[in-house]
């Protein structure tokens, strides 16, 4: 489906990222990744914006064009107790600033029918307490998908992924873990990765300006105090 289209995964080194990278190149993809990480992949931290002008350029010298960008880096999670000005700074380089800035140098340079994936959370709409360099970022991505799909209409297709829980290890969970998710589990990359590939290929060709939550429905579920054997106690 993805012979010798191009893929740019940014934070594809790991996890989710590394799953997405793994699943385009067996579908046939060409893929350049970006990561802080130590690997075999162009290294540097997107926070910067000369790396993120070096990087476009080796990505259009090398491929002479992108079809897909999946601006998938994490921000860091810190909130009002322990994070810094700099902090929230870097959270909002690395989670909002740096999508918004590979979009724009890589803009002249999509295939038809390309396709930006901007990976955002279910924290874009629910929070944890002290985690608010991360969730405004993740509030930030998912609001410059729509955005960008505006800007790119009818050249380039821009949607959101917003994870929920996600284990990287694809480790198997039972009891209250498991059942507090609708679909009965928690979520593994691949999750993730189908996504984004259906949403790069033509299937998805009717779809853009969306976020779509994958969570295993545990956002939907309303929890009440003396419900579903919980209970709170503040």
Known sequence: M??????????GANGIGKCIADEFRKNGAQVCVIDKADGDHYIGDISDKKVLEGFADY???RYGHIDYLINNALPIMKGLDECSYEDFQYAMSVGVTAPFYLSKLFAPHFSKGGSIINIS????????????????AKGGIASLTHALAVSLSGKVRVNSISPGWIDTAYTVYEGADALQQLAGRVGNPLDIANMVLFLCSDKAGFITGENICIDGGMTKLMIYHG?????FEP
């Open 2 to 11: 993805f012979k010798n289209k191009v893929a740019v995964i940014t934070g």
């Open 227 to 231: 419900e579903h054997g919980w209970s």
């Open 121 to 136: 959370s279910s924290r874009d709409r629910m929070s944890q307490p002290q985690t608010e360099s991360y969730t405004a």
């Open 59 to 61: 990505v259009i010298s």
